[in-house]
């Protein structure tokens, strides 16, 4: 069964402070990995995908097929960041059926 | 650009009443998505149209819940009768056809529906 698991629904750390937030998935194929932010009182957006290789904001992912995860990562959260986090699967072929997880709350306190 | 733009924000019905939500995606934005998130979890997705056409409703619960998408541009979620499990925000997201399978989809700003 295809399945995203984001095992913490809170996430609070100090400004500065390195920031992990976990994603594992469950994917029979070769899945397109992504993450979404939705900022408070604004829309759903992609923060960013595996297939990128980018930094956004600083954050980075790495698709790790052995552990089947994609943990978002930063070495120095910002207040900014405070957000709800969703990380999702997409299958290849699947045409942007995207499967999310439950979401994880990041704070930041000053 | 205005994005994509959905109403109404909120609804509060009475289980049993009909309720439809509307959808103008980004132009020339071919694909059409309806995703469903209850409180506390993430979207999931009811229906995909690639311009007019459903190519994939199959999570879609045909005994309530309909769709269309005239002209292949604005679409329609309609759910009749509502149920107490209905309540949740109703997203609405298009992509265009080139950036399909990159998953960058463009989400409104949603419709939150609270059924009584």
């Known amino acids: 069964a295809q399945r995203v698991t984001q095992p913490e629904k809170l996430l609070s750390v100090f400004k500065g402070a390195p920031v992990e937030l976990k994603c594992n998935y469950s994917?029979?194929?070769?899945?397109?990995l992504f993450w979404y932010v939705q900022y408070s009182r604004q829309r759903l957006q992609l923060l960013l995908r595996?297939?990128s290789r980018e930094s956004i904001k600083g954050f980075t992912a790495d698709l790790n097929k052995g552990e089947t995860s994609f943990h978002l990562k930063k070495p120095f959260a910002q207040e900014e960041d405070s957000a709800m986090y969703y990380c999702?699967?997409?299958?290849?072929?699947?045409?942007?059926?995207?499967?999310f997880g439950k979401g994880t709350k990041l704070s930041v306190k000053p | 650009e205005a994005g994509v733009v959905q109403s109404p924000r909120y609804k509060i019905i009475e289980k049993k009443q009909p309720v439809a939500f509307w959808c103008n995606p980004i132009?020339?934005?071919?694909?059409l998505y309806w995703y469903r998130q209850n409180l506390g979890q993430g979207p999931e997705l009811l229906i995909r149209?690639?311009?007019?056409?459903?190519?994939?409703d199959s999570q879609l619960p045909k005994d309530r819940f309909s769709a269309e998408r005239l002209k292949g541009v604005d679409s329609t979620l309609k759910i009749q009768p509502a149920e107490l499990g209905d309540s949740a925000v109703y997203l609405c997201?298009?992509?265009?056809?080139?950036?399909?399978?990159?998953?960058?989809?463009?989400f409104g700003e949603g419709s939150r529906l609270t059924v009584l």
């Open positions: 149209y690639e311009n007019e056409e459903a190519v994939d």
């Open positions: 997201a298009s992509s265009p056809w080139t950036d399909t399978n990159t998953g960058e989809l463009f």
């Open positions: 999702a699967l997409s299958g290849r072929g699947s045409q942007g059926n995207l499967i």
């Open positions: 595996h297939i």
């Open positions: 994917y029979s194929g070769s899945p397109e």
């Open positions: 132009s020339g934005h071919n694909t």
